[in-house]
């Protein structure tokens, strides 16, 4: 049995142990000894009044995005994360399910290294948070973007690859859809993406009843950018430990000229990269039943 109490203490205790630098925020004077509300609310996507109201214990019980999106922005282990689902009285993510929970290593990777261009993703490529230095490369992060949808339907950004290196990249993507349907069988979203995917695209279709095996490669990918024009920079796609997470890694030669260009584009910021897949635009979701602006909206 667990009480409104319960949830209340956990995410006060939890917010007062995470130090700023581990969500890359200044250390600066602060009277709290972790991070301020305003800050958690800010990288949950909730308003403010609502995490006070959850931290004392006057809120209804939160939806499972919002417990999800507060267990990654206060960077919980797994257990913590479970204690957390079970003090909100919900159950924790069953491993049959894709599992969306970034560690808290991951998370300070991409505070840490602004130089580096960093995306994580599901194990079905859907991205879950990328740094600055991303949107400012690839155009807006949006969280529930699928890589394999936006190569199958044309929505991604262009990248000059020879026929065959896309051939083979698509053959990956695919290889990797298959391996998470079958790792994590109980996903509906990973039914409902490859059922989207073969509908859309028949080149996909085909690839999906191929069944042939290809693993990713590390190499350089070169972007055909609106902004600095032809980019090349190195790719290196990483597992996080213990999890199925991938960390998408770009990043450029040191003092070559892509790495000017590169430097130029996280001077620019996201609002430069025109032409880039926008926010608003139409994406495939993965089994996303609402939105954190949908419980803001609600409580």
């Known amino acids: 049995m667990t009480t409104t109490s319960d949830l209340a203490g956990l995410l006060r205790a939890w917010r007062d142990r995470l130090q700023p630098a581990a969500v890359g925020f200044p250390a600066g004077r602060r009277r709290t000894r972790g991070l301020r509300r305003e800050e958690v609310a800010l990288l949950a996507g909730l308003s403010v009044d609502y995490l006070v109201r959850l931290e004392q214990g006057r809120a209804e019980r939160p939806s499972a995005q919002v417990v999800a999106s507060l267990a990654r922005v206060l960077q919980l282990s797994d ?31 991409l505070a840490r290294l602004p130089d580096v261009a960093i995306g994580v993703y599901t194990a079905t490529w859907t991205l879950l948070v990328a740094n600055d230095a991303w949107s400012a490369l690839l155009g807006p992060a949006v969280p529930g ?141 993965v089994a996303r039943p609402g939105s954190v602006e949908e419980e803001n909206a609600g409580g």
Do not use: M
Request: proline content about 6%; charged content about 25%.
């Open 79 to 109: 257990p913590e994360r479970d204690q957390l689902y079970a003090a909100a009285g919900l159950a924790a993510p069953s491993s049959g399910l894709v599992p969306t929970h970034i560690p808290g290593s991951v998370q300070r990777l």
């Open 145 to 285: 973007r699928n890589l394999v949808a936006q190569a199958f339907t044309g929505t991604g950004v262009r990248v000059l690859r020879e026929p065959e290196d896309e051939l083979r990249f698509q053959r990956a993507l695919v290889s990797d859809l298959r391996r998470a349907s079958i790792r994590y069988p109980d996903d509906r979203g990973v039914d409902e993406l490859v059922a989207h995917l073969t509908r859309a695209s028949a080149t996909f279709a085909t690839l999906w009843a191929e069944a042939t095996i290809v693993e990713h490669r590390s190499e350089p990918k070169t972007f055909d950018h609106p902004v600095v024009g032809p980019l090349t920079l190195d790719c290196d796609v990483f597992t996080a430990a213990g999890t199925d997470l991938r960390v998408v890694a770009y990043t450029a030669v040191p003092g070559s000229e892509d790495a000017s260009r590169f430097d130029l584009l996280r001077t620019l910021g996201t609002t430069q990269a025109e032409g880039w897949p926008s926010t608003d635009e139409a994406v495939h979701d």
